[in-house]
């Protein structure tokens, strides 16, 4: 089992910032993947940005890229998600996730990020 914990989210004007962080516990030697995902109201929940262990390679949603970067502690067992240049279309429930070996997904309780105009 793996259990994950965010923080970070709030409230930020168009063009500020924000950052993210999701602590992981547990079996996290076996996570294959650690990801952000958002939901917004009336939408479905979709990929922002993902890594994976092994390499470090990462993927961003395009409507991101260029302004949001994930990022592992591997000490502190944290990823994390730096948000510049917020738009009000990235209000939304933000929702860590994990890929971990054989026993699939877990999720985090979700962070909320509103971005006003």
């Known amino acids: 089992q793996v259990q994950l914990v965010e923080s970070g989210g709030g409230l930020v004007q168009a063009g500020g910032s924000l950052r993210l962080s999701c602590a992981a516990s547990?079996?996290?030697?076996?996570?294959?993947?650690m990801g952000w995902y958002r939901q917004a109201p009336g939408k479905q929940r979709e990929l922002v940005a993902a890594?994976?262990?092994?390499?470090?390679?990462?993927n961003y949603a395009d409507s991101v890229k260029g302004r949001f970067t994930i990022s592992r502690d591997n000490a502190k067992n944290t990823v994390y998600l730096q948000m510049n240049s917020l738009k009000p279309e990235d209000t939304a429930v933000y929702y860590c996730?994990?890929?971990?070996?054989?026993?699939?997904?877990?999720w985090g309780q979700g962070t909320q990020v509103t971005v006003s105009s």
């Open positions: 996730n994990a890929v971990v070996r054989v026993l699939g997904d877990f």
């Open positions: 547990g079996s996290i030697f076996s996570i294959n993947i």
């Open positions: 890594t994976i262990t092994s390499g470090g390679s990462t």
